[in-house]
């Protein structure tokens, strides 16, 4: 502020509207997210060429899906929606890995929420293939966990619990990563594994287990992408 720096003051307004949220202060971190939203799209077109408009793109891309998380889990879709696109759209004008891997996460999330199964799994996908294309294998573990979530929702335990597993060996070789820090973190642990157990024959949750921590970073790309999620 002292410096008039908007383009600084929209990204660190975006970081502490996300810290917040994380602690539960829902209200501040909406308005403070809406105000920055606010005022990163009164700025004039001359402030925005060249670098300036990649850290615009950014600014726009990280509020804009902070906030969404907070309509997301108020149960707002529609308004989540809206967020997650409009943060998608920016992150891919802008070429940025980081906060396309977010906003792919988050839409798929809210499309899942509201029913759209078929598009969540789409978008994993896409983030599923992007992240294997960098080699980041936490966030690809991630995106797993999330797909795994999805597959278990569309009464199919087996392929969860493979998914579970080759996101949990990504996981311990390669460390945690970023991704969940800035992202609801699908159901991973005994919490997502025990319904799954009891669904299905101890051999047959075995043997998928085994399965998923077995493939290599290539396979489990491709079980990933190429299996259809419904049979």
């Given amino acids: 502020r002292q410096v008039d720096d908007k383009l600084g003051m929209g990204l660190t307004a975006a970081a ?52 969404g998380q907070i309509e997301l889990g108020k149960g707002d879709h529609s308004r989540a929606a809206e967020l997650f696109t409009d943060g998608l759209s920016a992150a891919q004008n802008a070429a940025d890995r980081f906060t396309i891997l977010v906003s792919l996460y988050d839409l798929a999330l809210g499309r899942q929420a509201a029913g759209r199964s078929d598009d969540a799994a789409d978008l994993l996908r896409q983030g599923i293939s992007l992240a294997a294309e960098a080699g980041d294998e936490p966030s690809l573990a991630n995106y797993l966990e999330a797909l795994a979530a999805l597959a278990a929702g569309q009464d199919r335990p087996e392929r969860a619990t493979s998914l579970l597993a080759a996101a949990s060996a990504l996981l311990e070789a390669s460390g945690s990563g970023w991704l969940h820090a800035y992202v609801p973190r699908a159901p991973h642990d005994d919490g997502a594994l025990a319904p799954l157990r009891a669904r299905i024959a101890q051999t047959a949750f075995r043997q998928a287990w085994s399965h998923g921590r077995t493939l290599t970073r290539d396979d489990v790309v491709r079980y990933a992408i190429e299996e259809p999620e419904q049979s």
């Fill in 16 to 67: 502490l509207g996300h810290l917040l949220a994380s602690q539960r202060q829902f209200e501040i971190a909406s308005d403070l997210l809406e105000q920055t939203l606010s005022e990163l799209r009164k700025l004039p077109g001359d402030l925005l060429a060249g670098p300036k408009r990649i850290q615009y793109l950014l600014d726009v891309a990280l509020a804009a899906n902070f906030l």
